[in-house]
């Protein structure tokens, strides 16, 4: 595989059927453990887009649910469909107060923690960003499970901690791991902390490394920003760099689906999985399934330059996902696919907001 827009699934009636259903519906492959076991589960981050899209398919399975968020970033409507299930509670906190994370963690089966800073790019101006809410809420949470005797975690790292790899697709026990940007090597500092946990105090730990991760509550990314460009120019595009960076994409109902896979599969103390898809595609690709989404013809292009979007893009990222397929788990769309079928789902999020705005 490896090829641009590679095929993964029938064009048809698979992936058109999961265009109307929510992403939580498209994604139950739960964990050998958790198969006819209700269980306990607390998401950090939750309000946020990938963690507001667990916490619905975990409901879905009739887990009990909570939710911790300092709602900063995260939207109370992201947990639209959660807030009147059985099961759900919605707490606000800080995560980097360690004190109001010890007050929630305890009696927990399951922590899932995709608390992290969302803005790349701004972290790089604003260095201590990074830091603050990847590396030291990581910590405060493993020292909180320390102390409540709470075992199992489960956090979304990045695959940006291989900066800029010689290796495509890139595996796991590729090094030495050298980031490239500030995030990455916050991502990296808090591995490394979570396998130091585990392995001095008894817990049990999956760390993924994913690539683009896409959805409808995904406010960040280049699909959201070349949507709003084009609702305000539909007949030009500026595309940060060359055009030509390439991209492996998921989306997040796949994202879930592995993650699950590889909870229910994992025999060490820290498992490490790369998630992403088996092919990529490249960022004028992108542009491409944006447009077609919104149903534009005959977009111009203009490209800033330059092989990075950004500093501290990476000009190609692929990863091996090899030992996340050996636990039975396979993407259904593949990066184009999900690049379009996000870009539909963001419409009709973008849609709702401009209507809840015009009503106010």
Same mark, same amino acid.
């Given at each position: 595989?490896?090829?641009?827009?590679?095929?993964?699934?029938?064009?048809g009636q698979?992936?058109r059927?999961?265009l109307?259903?929510?992403?939580?519906?498209?994604?139950?492959?739960?964990?050998k453990?958790?198969?006819?076991?209700?269980?306990?589960?607390?998401?950090?981050?939750?309000?946020g887009?990938?963690?507001?899209?667990?916490?619905?398919?975990?409901?879905?399975?009739?887990h009990?649910?909570?939710?911790?968020?300092?709602?900063?970033?995260?939207?109370?409507?992201?947990? =639209? #469909?959660?807030? *009147?299930?059985? !099961?759900? @509670?919605?707490?606000?906190?800080?995560?980097?107060? +360690?004190?109001?994370?010890?007050?929630?963690?305890?009696?927990?089966?399951?922590?899932?923690?995709?608390v992290?800073?969302?803005?790349?790019?701004?972290?790089?101006?604003?260095?201590?960003?990074?830091?603050?809410?990847?590396?030291?809420?990581?910590?405060?949470?493993?020292e909180?499970?320390?102390?409540?005797?709470?075992?199992?975690?489960?956090?979304?790292?990045?695959?940006?901690?291989?900066?800029?790899?010689?290796?495509?697709?890139?595996?796991?026990s590729?090094?030495?791991l050298?980031?490239?940007?500030?995030?990455?090597?916050?991502?990296?500092?808090?591995?490394?902390?979570? =396998? #130091?946990?585990? *392995?001095?105090? !008894?817990? @049990?730990?999956?760390?993924?490394?994913?690539?683009? +991760?896409?959805?409808?509550a995904?406010?960040?990314?280049v699909?959201?920003?070349?949507?709003?460009?084009?609702?305000?120019?539909?007949?030009?595009?500026?595309?940060?760099?060359?055009?030509?960076?390439?991209?492996?994409?998921l989306?997040?109902?796949?994202?879930?689906?592995?993650?699950?896979?590889?909870?229910?599969?994992?025999?060490?103390?820290?498992?490490?999985y790369?998630?992403?898809n088996?092919?990529?595609?490249?960022v004028?690709?992108i542009?491409?399934?944006?447009?077609?989404?919104?149903?534009?013809?005959?977009?111009?292009?203009?490209?800033?330059?330059?092989?990075?979007?950004?500093?501290?893009?990476?000009?190609?990222?692929?990863?091996?996902?090899k030992?996340?397929?050996?636990?039975?788990?396979?993407?259904?769309?593949?990066s184009?696919?999900?690049?379009?079928?996000?870009a539909?789902?963001?419409?009709?999020?973008?849609?709702?907001?401009?209507?809840?705005?015009?009503?106010?």
């Open positions: 595989m490896g090829k641009e827009g590679g095929a993964l699934c029938n064009e698979a992936w059927a999961a109307h259903a929510p992403a939580h519906r498209r994604c139950n492959v739960p964990g453990k958790e198969r006819g076991m209700k269980m306990k589960m607390l998401i950090f981050g939750g309000a887009f990938i963690g507001s899209s667990f916490a619905q398919s975990l409901l879905s399975e009739g009990e649910v909570e939710v911790f968020d300092s709602m900063y970033t995260g939207k109370a409507a992201n947990l =639209s #469909a959660c807030t *009147e299930k059985k !099961g759900f @509670k919605l707490i606000k906190g800080d995560m980097r107060k +360690i004190e109001e994370v010890k007050r929630v963690v305890t009696g927990q089966d399951i922590i899932y923690h995709f992290a800073n969302a803005d790349i790019r701004g972290g790089m101006e604003n260095t201590f960003l990074d830091l603050e809410h990847n590396l030291l809420t990581t910590y405060n949470l493993l909180a499970m320390r102390k409540s005797d709470v075992k199992k975690l489960v956090f979304t790292s990045s695959s940006a901690v291989y900066g800029e790899p010689s290796v495509f697709p890139t595996p796991e590729y090094g030495p050298r980031p490239t940007s500030l995030y990455g090597a916050s991502k990296l500092a808090a591995e490394g902390y979570i =396998s #130091a946990f585990c *392995e001095n105090f !008894g817990m @049990k730990s999956f760390i993924f490394r994913p690539v683009n +991760i896409l959805g409808s995904n406010n960040h990314g699909v959201g920003d070349f949507i709003r460009k084009l609702k305000r120019d539909a007949k030009g595009l500026e595309i940060l760099g060359n055009g030509k960076q390439r991209k492996s994409c989306h997040v109902s796949d994202f879930i689906s592995g993650v699950k896979v590889a909870v229910g599969s994992g025999k060490e103390a820290t498992n490490i790369n998630i992403g088996l092919d990529w595609v490249d004028d690709g542009a491409n399934q944006v447009a077609r989404a919104m149903e534009l013809k005959g977009v111009k292009y203009s490209h800033t330059g330059g092989e990075r979007g950004w500093p501290g893009d990476m000009p190609f990222v692929f990863l091996d996902t030992k996340l397929c050996a636990c039975g788990w396979q993407p259904k769309l593949n184009g696919q999900a690049v379009f079928l996000a539909k789902e963001m419409l009709r999020a973008f849609d709702i907001e401009d209507k809840h705005k015009e009503h106010y």
